[in-house]
């Protein structure tokens, strides 16, 4: 390590900049961001854009012409330069002999300090260096480390600022600062505040330190229900990632597969409470149970499903048992399966006109498919997504054209969507148990409507259908 990272303070002072480029006025932004008056070097003679820039910042930036001589950098705290020439070597120069913290864009060889990539969320600033090496792999990790940031923790972290004082002055014995806000981030209350919940948030805040309970009642633990969506890792939202990035336990089912499970935290236990095939399943009042129970021991409980929890997920279920149960419990949205499959195989599930309505129906069981009011599904203009259909196609076709549907209406059927074994096949709703039989292991859904004639496979399909007649 040859830079140490540090914050500095440039409010105290003022910061020499010399260049009229890109790259300097990239610089510009950067230090007034930091609040940083700013003595603006341009070596050339026309500065009408100089001044122009500068008059956005009302006072806090001075233009001069030239080059700074030993007078010009006396008493600065830094100074910064990108002439892209002589300039900046006669001016590394000056500044070391001074001792004055000197960078030269793209040159860490003759500076003394470099600028990191910078993750700003506010108060909470993340910076990234790569000694110089490459300011594009900086970037890059920037780009990571923001995506897995919550958009709200400059403001979390605002938040507890304000509150500091407050608990200053709480002397007990037991009572431990430290542990005290450790809960807050990783309870309830940062949970509720990273949510958007942050009235909730705060008041629940403000309730812990008037009591300074939780350090005696600690026992306080969150379940968050996640979506993991149809099965891409990559289709996880971000929330969802946060959860399982910050969760002790992960309870998951059969449909979330293994390259999920390690975008968590890696020492989270991780608990399968799916069916296996052929092994009936822990059963939903077992699921329940050790949810709270988990709960109650005050961790951070994850409850991972397949695409989205309250759809055909039974997350209704779960939410109003932790409810009762006295735990907080927040929702976290998934990619359903209709979505996820739907967009990789290009169909539009609504389309102007032609597909008004979407349903999406459960066909488990054959008493499940045979029950299900087809009747409403009968209009051209609604496309019917049937989710554990697979094993049903016979009975959801033969519902469908009875209840007046037309046979020929395109129909897909979508085997392991967004996995790497993806399969569709695409037809005619008379062909539906025929399609069905084609794509091999579920999960798989059904979909009909007119719309499926706009998808990729099918117009692949006509395209080859063409090419062999012709
Ligand atoms: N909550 C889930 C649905 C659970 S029900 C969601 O929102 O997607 C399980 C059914 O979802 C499966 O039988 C299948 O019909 C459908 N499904 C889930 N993942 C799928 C995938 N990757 N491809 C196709 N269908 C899928």
Partial sequence: MRFLPVFLDLSSGHVVLVGSGPQAIAKLHLLRAAGANVRWFSPQTDVAEELLL?????????????????????????????AGNEIDERLAARARALNIPVNIVDRPDISTFIFPA????GDVVVAIGTGGASPVLARRLREKIEAILPARIGEFAALMQRYRSHLAAVRRPGFSLRRFWERVIDGPIGAAFLSGRSREAETALIRAIETASMALDDRRGVVHLVG?????????????????????????????????????????ELVFVGKRKGEPGIGQDEINRRLVEAARTGRCVVRLKGGDPFIFGRGGEELEHLQHAGIPVHVVPGITAALGCAAEIGLPLTFRKEATRLSLVTANTAEGAAAVDWSGLSDPATTVVVYMGLSSAEIVRSGLTAAGRDPETPAAVIARGTHPD?????????????LAASVGEGPALLIIGDVVARSLPWKTSEARAIEVAA
């Fill in 54 to 82: 500068a008059s956005h910042y009302a006072g806090r930036i001075g233009v001069a012409i030239g080059e700074p001589v030993e007078d010009d950098l006396a008493g600065a705290l830094a100074v910064v330069t990108a």
């Fill in 118 to 121: 910078v993750v700003d969320r």
């Fill in 228 to 268: 993991a969506g149809p099965g891409d890792p990559d289709l996880l939202t971000l929330r969802a990632l946060h959860a399982l990035q910050s969760a002790d336990i992960v309870f998951y089912d059969e449909l979330v597969g293994s390259d999920i499970l390690g975008r968590g935290r890696r020492d989270a």
């Fill in 422 to 434: 993806a399969k569709a096949a695409v037809g005619r709703l008379r062909d539906l148990p025929k």
